[in-house]
Each structure stands twice: as C-alpha cells, then as structure tokens.
C-alpha cells in the first residue's frame, strides 16, 4: 500500500463545522492572514480556496450577500472585474502559471459550493497538473500548504 503524507490537511479536518456564509463571516473577522484574504476592495475582495482545485486557487466576491450576478450594482460588477484582473497578474507574477481557469458557477446543480454568495474563480493551471489521482481514489495532491501560498501572493501584493 502507497500512503500519501499531507500533514497540514489535519487543519480542516479538527476545524469546527461553520455555519452560516464564509463569504460574509470571513471579511467581517478581520483576522485577513487566518483567513486566507489577500485584497480588499471597496465592493469585492480576493480570498484563497480553502479547498483549492490547484495551489492558488482565488476567489473574487463581493462583500454583499447576492446570489445572482444580474443583482451585482455597476460599481460592485466593475470593481469585480478589475480585481479578477489583479489577481491575474498577481498569479502570474509569483506563481507563473501556464493558463487558467476563470469562472462563475451560479446555483448548486452548476457546481457552486456556496451557491448563496456570488464569487468568480481563478484557477492557475499547468502543464501536467491533473493526473490519474482524482479518478482512481477520488483524491486531489496538492503541492503547497495554503499559508505558503498566501505568504508568497500577500508579500507580492
């Protein structure tokens, strides 16, 4: 038998169950480093995926609890895209990605974990970055524990 050592995992998994939205309860702590916040805007912030597809998985959201994108007011949907795009070249910059991912998944038969709280995903891709884990054993190997990437992106930032 193969046994795959992540250590940090043991972070989510003694975490107590949240409830309510983490994007909401997240930005109200101010407590930006324990939760993974890298930017604030004036509408929007950027916030790292606790469950990442890949090492610097962003996520851009609005600080108001909004569900669709059509209620997004026109300051709140600019500020949105503006930031998606500083979180572009941040990843860029420190984590030189070959591609990406970017997306909004709106409602939970789309995929959407917190299908409540509108956010925009920006997933940093690679050459070689999927294999056979995922399909074989239902497992994602994740290279780099979240507080790294944060420390590196925030210390860019």
Known sequence: MEYLWAPW???YIQRASESGCILCQKPR???DEANFILYRGQHNFIILNAFPYNPGHLMVAPY???ANLQDLRDAEAEEHFDI???G?????EVM???GFNIGLNLGKVAGAGIAEHIHTHIV????GDTNFMPVL?????LSEALISTYQKLRAKL
């Open 29 to 31: 702590e101010n407590n």
């Open 96 to 98: 030189e990605p070959m």
């Open 9 to 11: 995992r043991i972070e």
């Open 88 to 92: 572009l070249e941040l990843l860029k």
């Open 137 to 141: 054993s239902d497992t994602k190997v």
């Open 84 to 86: 998606i795009k500083k």
């Open 64 to 66: 108001r609890h909004i």
């Open 124 to 127: 940093p891709r690679w050459q």
